[in-house]
């Protein structure tokens, strides 16, 4: 079965960039979204289709993705940033998530 | 506004079925362009997919859970139905709903709504 893999925890200081990398096999030829989830919260959907953001997220947050790898950029971040962020990407009509990066701001 | 309720109950007995309700407002399940999926956590863990049903009736599993789901509708009630046979305590977790927007290319759907979820508790 097809597997996207994220690093447990990335760590960023207020104000850095931060770079939450979803790794597959040819992750770059499917779309992949990004899910935000704070303690005890839903996860909320901060990247779509690869690069678009809802409409409410702030512009520091932008996606790309290619070859086999999808990246999650959040650019001057801060401490509301913190948080576990998600990707998923669909796969022959089924959906599949990372395991999950903890992003600590500090 | 998109909004989404979860309810079941919060503690079944191994070998039980688990049947869940998501009630959902703000958007209609007999257009196109849409569909409702259950998502699953663990406490502590990754977020899991389990089901989805589109508007058209069509139905998707996750591989691994397959003979244990069904996803139903109601779109007159604004209600999505999720039954998991054979409950188990590693089954324990929070449950979501959450609703999807659905391109022709499915490709590039997405959750844009999540329920707040329920936790599920398996234990005798």
């Known amino acids: 079965s097809y597997e996207v893999t994220q690093p447990p925890s990335v760590s960023v200081s207020p104000g850095q960039t931060a770079s939450i990398t979803c790794s597959g096999e040819n992750l770059g030829h499917k779309y992949v979204c990004w899910y935000q989830q704070k303690p005890g919260q839903s996860p909320v959907l901060v990247i779509y289709?690869?690069?678009k953001r809802p409409s409410g997220i702030p512009e520091r947050f932008s996606g790309s993705n290619s070859g086999n790898t999808a990246t999650l950029t959040i650019s001057g971040a801060q401490a509301m940033d913190e948080a576990d962020y998600f990707c998923q990407a669909w796969v022959r009509n089924t959906v599949v998530f990372g395991g999950g990066t903890r992003l600590t701001v500090l | 506004q998109i909004t989404l309720k979860e309810s079941g109950p919060t503690l079944v007995k191994p070998t039980q079925t688990l049947t869940l309700t998501c009630t959902f407002s703000g958007f209609s399940l007999t257009s196109s362009g849409v569909a409702v999926g259950w998502i699953r956590q663990p406490p502590g863990k990754a977020l899991e997919w389990l089901a989805l049903i589109y508007s058209d009736d069509d139905k998707r599993y996750s591989p691994s859970l397959n003979s244990r789901l069904t996803i139903t509708k109601d779109s007159s009630k604004n209600q999505v139905v999720l039954t998991m046979t054979d409950m188990d305590p590693v089954d324990t977790a929070t449950y979501f709903c959450?609703?999807?927007?659905?391109?022709?290319?499915?490709?590039?759907?997405?959750?844009?709504?999540w329920g707040q979820g329920t936790l599920v508790t398996v234990s005798s």
């Open positions: 289709a690869d690069a």
């Open positions: 959450a609703h999807c927007v659905v391109y022709t290319d499915s490709l590039r759907n997405y959750f844009g709504s």
